[in-house]
């Protein structure tokens, strides 16, 4: 039982915190055991050669058998990439959530899950694995707190401001305190303890094989099945995709419920996700042709029919037909509004060569507001320079005046010349890409708000590959 005590920050007495672990001794041996057996299915693998290695005793596989262990591996995507011949030490660190339960109470764990490799293909290799407590979270109703660092988490913004700073030192916002958090996978083996707790009526444990091997935020395993009533429904239909992924987005709309009582089969026969269905609540029609060319695009076509009211099915195609992109449209309709032009035109709703027609406003628009946007721009551009990024081959800088932003929109092809009045008022952000080795030359163009990234794009609005995609995600991570 939870002894009464006195908290020296709130100066009041308060129950203690349940019992929780501290570190590895801690941590119960059948959980331990299942850490121990993950680390066996990060194969090694050598960055120069594509050999794959044990990562046992990290000897060479052949056609994925280890003749030294006698145990053959299911290569999937966990791989461990390394210069293996040059390597005297390598180690990786894997993250886990696990749940337990102490007097009904239930704590949230993230382990780190510590590999370490001393000597690889040596006659003496040796791995060594760390299991280490690096948070701890007591969940309750309206938040969590976290055991280790004593903080309060608040589940909800509805909070009762009153109680800040009652127990603990610091408080966070859920949203605020996740949006800089890690994911992690679920030791998902003892999911049943929590039926006679709080989450009783979540079912969550009824999901354990979607979960495993699955990264999942904080806020997947307490917010979302806590908060919305709808995730034990979605449970119960095995709807798990849409009951974890983005749940807390669709309770904002109006209609949801409906759509899902109406389209259930449908979305659960095609396995939706929230993109999808946000799509096809815009839509209404079982047409996954349809709903898999808009997904990828669907905020675009939210913000034409912001604009004007039209025919979904008739819009889609008249963009297929004529082979035409959204985002171009839907900047076409937004300046041609703009300018004062009839929508209720069919030739201007629906013109046949978007392209020029999209360059004609631009330009027209582009007349009004250039010279002072340029302004605006090149003082924004200094203080956004604090996020340049350099490393030995790329450069990353804000775009500086109308003219960059002109320029590289002519040697991208790409319609940047229409984000000039967004930018100049910082409701997005452009950011140029460069090879070091011509500076010149444009090479990615970049789109960010709130610090999040909203496209990148390379010449004639191609996606850059992984690598590329990599050092942007990077760089993002440390922009102010």
């Known amino acids: 039982m939870r002894q009464l005590q006195y908290d020296i920050y709130s100066e009041k007495i308060i129950l203690e915190d349940p019992k929780y672990w501290i570190d590895e001794d801690d941590i119960p041996k059948h959980i331990k055991d299942f850490f121990y057996k993950e680390c066996d299915k990060f194969v090694l693998k050598d960055k120069e050669t594509n050999n794959l290695y044990c990562p046992k005793c990290t000897q060479k596989l052949e056609k994925n058998f280890c003749e030294n262990c006698q145990k053959n591996y299911l290569i999937n995507i966990d791989l461990n990439e390394v210069n293996i011949k040059k390597l005297k030490k390598y180690k990786f660190n894997n993250y886990y959530f696990a749940f337990d339960v102490v007097d009904k109470e239930v704590i949230i764990y993230l382990i780190n899950v510590f590999v370490t490799y001393d000597n690889p293909l040596t006659n003496n290799p040796f791995r060594s694995i760390y299991l280490r407590v690096e948070n701890a979270y007591h969940v309750l109703k309206d ?89 034990e429904y979605l449970i119960k239909k095995k709807f798990y995709s849409l009951a974890f992924d983005n749940l807390h987005l ?57 604009i004007k009211k039209m025919d979904v099915l008739k819009l889609y195609n008249y963009l297929k037909t004529n082979q035409n992109d959204i985002v171009e449209y839907y900047d076409y309709l937004r300046l041609a509004n703009e300018l004062g032009y009839d929508l209720k035109d069919k030739k201007v709703l629906y013109p046949k060569d978007l392209f020029n027609v999209h360059n004609e406003v631009f330009e027209k628009r582009s007349i009004i507001v250039n010279k002072e946007c340029n302004k605006k721009i090149r003082k924004l551009a200094k203080t956004l320079n604090k996020n340049k990024y350099e490393d030995d081959k790329y450069l990353i800088k804000p775009a500086g005046s109308v003219k960059e932003m002109l320029d590289e929109g002519n040697m991208q092809n790409n319609c940047l010349s229409t984000y000039i009045l967004d930018y100049s008022k910082n409701k997005t952000q452009i950011y140029l890409m460069r090879k070091k080795s011509n500076l010149k030359k444009s090479f990615v163009t970049i789109e960010v708000k709130n610090r999040k990234l909203i496209q990148a794009r390379l010449k004639n609005n191609e996606i850059p590959d992984d690598e590329i995609l990599n050092i942007i995600n990077k760089w993002l991570k440390n922009i102010k």
């Open 143 to 231: 938040c969590l707190i976290n055991l280790k660092q004593k903080d309060k988490i608040y589940l909800f913004k509805e909070f009762d401001s009153n109680l800040l700073y009652e127990e603990y030192s610091f408080n966070y916002d859920l949203d605020f305190y996740l949006d800089c958090y890690d994911i992690a996978k679920v030791y998902t083996d003892n999911l049943d303890i929590l039926k006679d707790t709080i989450y009783r009526y979540t079912n969550i444990w009824k999901a354990k094989d979607y979960l495993k091997d699955k990264n999942i935020y904080l806020s997947n395993l307490t917010y979302i099945p806590l908060y919305y009533s709808s995730f």
């Open 250 to 306: 669709i309770k904002k709309d109006k209609d949801a419920k409906l759509l899902i009582k109406n389209y259930l089969d449908f979305m659960i026969e095609n396995n939706f996700d929230y993109w999808k269905f946000r799509t096809l609540k815009l839509c209404k029609i079982k047409d996954m042709e349809m709903i898999n060319y808009m997904e990828d695009t669907i905020e675009a076509y939210e913000n034409v029919l912001n």
